[in-house]
Structures are given as structure tokens and as C-alpha cells.
């Protein structure tokens, strides 16, 4: 099934695999994400790639963690004050 059109703003891509958790931080300037592909990712949700003009805007990912895989495949996020 495809997203709707008229909520979509924008996308981001970097996993392989389907992404189980996501969390802001508590500023709502980064997204962190995790995945069945055993990466976490922290992106930048309004990235330098968004376009003016009512296009559609992409993050950027600002790092991927991976060096947790001898501990299994991470399934959930969060951002600890």
C-alpha cells in the first residue's frame, strides 16, 4: 500500500529493511530510527535537501550505528534526557 499522497512530506532514505522504531528528541530537531536491517540512524528530519516552493523535502542522515549486531537487531528508540 502506498502512503497518502496528501500526507507525505517527505522521505528517509538509508535502511534496508523495514523500519520498527522511530523517536524525536525532546527539541524535535533529530529523528533517530532503527531497523530489521540491525542499523540505527540519526537523521536531520528537515535535512539540507528540502526544497522551497511546496516541494517535497528529504532528511539527512547524520550517523549510522551498527556496532551493536554481536547483541541482536535493534527493535525500538528513544532519546533519554
Same mark, same amino acid.
Request: hydrophobic fraction near 35%; charged fraction near 20%.
Given at each position: 500500500?502506498?502512503?497518502?499522497?496528501?500526507? @507525505?512530506?517527505?522521505? @528517509?532514505?538509508?535502511?534496508?529493511?523495514?523500519?520498527?522504531? &522511530?523517536?524525536?528528541?525532546?527539541?524535535?530537531? /533529530? &529523528?533517530?530510527? #532503527?531497523?530489521?536491517?540491525?542499523?540505527?540512524? &540519526?537523521?536531520?528530519?528537515?535535512?539540507? =535537501?528540502?526544497?522551497?516552493?511546496?516541494?517535497?523535502?528529504?532528511?539527512? #542522515?547524520? =550517523?549510522?550505528?551498527?556496532? /551493536?549486531?554481536? /547483541?541482536?537487531?535493534?527493535?525500538?528508540?528513544?532519546?533519554?534526557?
Amino acid at each position: 500500500m502506498s502512503p497518502d499522497p496528501r500526507v @507525505l512530506r517527505g522521505g @528517509l532514505d538509508g535502511h534496508s529493511d523495514a523500519v520498527w522504531g &522511530l523517536a524525536f528528541d525532546v527539541t524535535g530537531r /533529530h &529523528l533517530a530510527s #532503527c531497523s530489521a536491517d540491525g542499523t540505527v540512524r &540519526l537523521w536531520d528530519p528537515r535535512g539540507d =535537501s528540502a526544497t522551497s516552493g511546496g516541494g517535497t523535502a528529504t532528511g539527512t #542522515c547524520l =550517523s549510522v550505528l551498527d556496532g /551493536h549486531k554481536d /547483541h541482536g537487531v535493534p527493535t525500538s528508540v528513544a532519546f533519554v534526557p
